[in-house]
């Protein structure tokens, strides 16, 4: 053992390999990839009793925490869970490469031959919590794509997440790749995080995944640019001009199939002409599934008292469990008012016969997914036929909405002359 | 008057006006926006004494600084610039408004279509140094991609920039558009900046615009996500297999043309097969159009001693001035392996008639703009086609290169279903 290395160094270290082994890596083709990735796969099948041995030591130090059991569920393995980030690692193999491809390409009066040109992003942290399976994601998706990844995974999974990492990462050597593609952080110091963020000369993009505190932390500490979204306070609208059986199957659906999730309904808007004939049977509907409304004052008066008042806080809540606000509106330039102000730019539905109706909504709610006649629970990038996700932006620049292969790509210009200089 | 209100407070106002603003602009047609870029056109030439009384003042106040000349001329503006910014405007007119067109579309197999649309990407806060000229593109090229802009110019140039200012927004009122889509910060408070840059909830992208020191303190402050270029530190390497004419007209464009701005040369690397040959005639046209060269230790050999030593250092200096660093290459893999530690990942060229050298060069080298057998001075958004520049990226989310009215787009996601909901 050398000298003692202080964390800093250690986290400069990480990032420093990982930007060289990015760049020593242009000339991989798809078939190596390809070939790399079902390695990979094979490696997490022939290690799974070390990886189940890990994660019994993350989920018996969660016991003695006192976790709550969907936290439980979602930090254990078991043969079936590692077969099924084995085969999402196949599945990558079935993806196209986005590196690489041209975007266009044009020539210049004088003769100069432009090309714009799809390549990795370069180097790519991660920071997520909880579900151990995100280790291997990402590491697939970042590989596929052409970039190196450094992973940060919560403490409350460490010992799966090296597992898991380790199995994979020792794919690379016999390939005769470099190992600082694919980089962890083996740090549970919070610090090696403030570290990490500060690299803006060794890494290209952060994308934090996990509660709204981590990311926001993760935000204002990078000097890194970060993708990400906060949450999801997603809304149906429910037109006056609706089929209300369609209506109430949509709204069903985005708020009680899954209510834990990002893409399902926080808030139900309803057009006035359409709450007393809409309202009655959706609210039954609700109750008997166990939702409980929190309503606007008409939403009251029509379901006759038999719901709670909703506060403007409400209508900033991401509940993530069986809470629903209820809004009666005035017109569609309402109820399109209220999702720009309250909603979290994530994913809005409206539900309408009208094309009109349909054309402002999808032009004029300012958010990364906006929905006709569908449920909000689609945005996700296996929906979208995007095969994989790495994430969902609610932000602008670069990635909006689901993130898949395409998103870890950025590009440059080719430039071919023959001698031009400029006048 | 009413009761004084804070900085804090007058700058949360304005970003806040900006986004409302942008919002309310969702039914803004081309048509429309090219008329009011037709009125601000006119609109400067008819404030045009008004605009040099102000510029008179903000001269005078540089001259009692004792500023030196190259700065003077930064900042003046006479009729001819002011006619310059006039047709600028005007020339925006004739492109293509990006807002609104399709990029993809596809159906999913549950019936779901989805097509992915170019939208603004929102509210633009441009802070930038100097030069007058840009208040006026920066407004025309966010107004015309259908973005809210709020400027913050420097203070050396208030007046002027206040001037220019008032004359494109006085367009607005007289069209019936929002006040807010123009936003200036008058204060010339430092920490009116820092306040800005707090307001991720309502500016989506920050662009710094000016020196490295100004740009420094945007990133390391904002928490909005910044597009920006810290510098460029060009390279043109000669290959072994370049055409030496080709190469000695390349490399003095590329140095000598302008040599103050970022896409100028600041390292030549030369293959050691090239530089006997090479060199002598090159640093001879070099010294004689005043280029003072710095240089490695084969290059001083063989220019026998009449060039200075090349540090380090000088390998990761931008010169903005008639200073070059030359360095002897074993070969192509050593002047990429240079070019991606040293410089800036800006442009680069070679100079080569090998197909093989061009496309290792093209693919390894890690630039925003790569050039076989052309001056890097071409990385600019008249010259590449695009009619127009708001700044260059080194960065590469978003946008890597130089950027004009696409890049100051995102796109949403527009989902048509009919009654879709997720199993």
Redesign the interface.
């Known amino acids: 053992m050398g000298k003692k290395i202080s964390l800093k160094q250690e986290v400069l270290g990480i990032a420093a390999q990982a930007q060289e082994a990015y760049?020593g890596s242009?000339?991989l083709t798809a078939g190596k990839k390809n070939r790399v990735l079902a390695r990979m796969a094979g490696a997490l099948l022939k290690e799974k009793n070390a990886i189940l041995r890990a994660n019994r030591k993350d989920i018996a130090k969660a016991k003695a925490a006192k976790m709550p059991a969907a936290f439980l569920d979602r930090l254990s393995l078991d043969e079936k869970r590692i077969r099924g980030m084995a085969d999402s690692l196949s599945a990558l193999m079935r993806l196209p490469d986005p590196a690489g491809t041209l975007i266009k390409s044009?020539r210049?009066p004088n003769g100069?031959m432009?090309r714009k040109v799809r390549v990795p992003?370069?180097v790519v942290a991660i920071i997520y919590e909880s579900r151990p399976n995100v280790t291997a994601d990402c590491i697939g998706l970042c590989f596929k794509s052409g970039n190196a990844v450094i992973l940060r995974g919560g403490s409350e999974a460490l010992h799966s997440n090296l597992s898991i990492y380790s199995a994979l990462k020792g794919v690379l050597a016999g390939e005769g790749l470099a190992p600082g593609l694919i980089q962890m952080v083996p740090s549970v110091d919070r610090k090696a995080v403030d570290e990490l963020l500060k690299l803006?000369a060794y890494i290209?993009?952060v994308i934090p995944r996990g509660g709204e505190s981590l990311i926001r932390k993760v935000?204002?500490l990078s000097?890194i640019?970060?993708?990400k979204h906060y949450k999801g306070i997603c809304h149906v609208y429910v037109d006056a001009e609706a089929?209300l059986n369609?209506a109430e199957?949509?709204c069903?659906?985005?708020k009680v199939?899954?209510p834990g999730v990002c893409n399902a309904m926080e808030t139900m808007l309803v057009h006035k002409d359409a709450a007393a004939r809409f309202l009655p049977g959706m609210i039954k509907k609700f109750t008997d599934a166990h939702v409980q409304i929190r309503g606007c004052p008409i939403t009251r008066k029509i379901s006759k008292g038999a719901v709670k008042a909703a506060t403007q806080e409400d209508y900033r809540t991401e509940y993530l469990a069986l809470i629903l606000s209820v809004k009666v509106v005035g017109d569609i330039t309402e109820a399109i008012g209220h999702i720009?102000r309250y909603g979290s730019h994530h994913s809005d539905a409206i539900v309408t016969d009208g094309d009109l109706q349909?054309q402002r909504f999808?032009?004029?709610v300012?958010?990364?997914?906006?929905?006709?006649?569908?449920?909000t629970?689609?945005t996700d990038g296996y929906?979208?036929?995007m095969g994989a996700e790495i994430g969902i932006s609610t932000?602008?620049?670069?990635a909006?909405?689901p993130m898949a292969l395409e998103e870890l790509t950025?590009?440059?210009?080719?430039?071919?002359?023959?001698?031009?200089?400029?006048r």
């Open positions: 760049r242009f000339g044009w210049r100069l432009i992003i370069g803006d290209d993009v935000v204002s000097r640019p970060v993708i089929d369609m199957n949509i069903f659906n985005a199939q899954r720009n349909a999808l032009r004029e300012d958010s990364a997914c906006v929905y006709v006649n569908a449920s629970r689609f929906e979208f036929g932000d602008k620049l670069h909006r909405g950025s590009y440059k210009y080719e430039v071919r002359g023959n001698g031009q200089v400029r």
